[in-house]
């Protein structure tokens, strides 16, 4: 399975942003997905995942509402709709790609990454 992050940029706080982790191969509609994040001099960490179906769902406690995780295994592509940025957003967002785990939010638990896309909430 191969990943690609994209749909991040620049933006005001408060704003918003969609992310999109597309991937290859039909392999993908049985993979959960997950999204991490690495702001500078930090290290990476959970952000959200949804299995294979999009009936389990979860969000790092800081996400507090603000991000929404969703697929369309159609498209084979993942989605991280996020609302009410803050400048401590600001990082580079990595999807991963897993067949199964229960450990989703240990980035060992993930086989396959995206090369990551760069989010800047800033005024």
């Known amino acids: 399975v191969q990943l690609q992050a994209s749909g991040g940029g620049l933006v005001q706080p408060g704003g918003s942003l969609r992310l999109s982790c597309a991937a290859s191969g039909r392999a993908f509609r049985s993979y959960s997905v997950g999204w991490f994040r690495q702001a500078p001099g930090k290290e990476r960490v959970f952000v959200a995942r949804?299995?294979?179906?999009?009936?389990?769902?979860s969000y790092a406690d800081y996400v507090n509402g603000r991000f929404t995780i969703s697929r369309n295994n159609a498209k084979n592509t993942v989605y991280l709709q996020m609302t009410n940025l803050k400048p401590e957003d600001t990082a580079i967002y990595y999807c991963?790609?897993?067949?199964?785990?229960?450990?989703?939010?240990?980035?060992?638990?993930?086989?396959?990454w995206g090369q990551g896309t760069q989010v800047t909430v800033s005024s």
């Open positions: 991963a790609g897993q067949s199964w785990t229960t450990r989703f939010q240990e980035q060992s638990a993930w086989g396959y």
């Open positions: 949804i299995d294979s179906s999009g009936g389990a769902i």
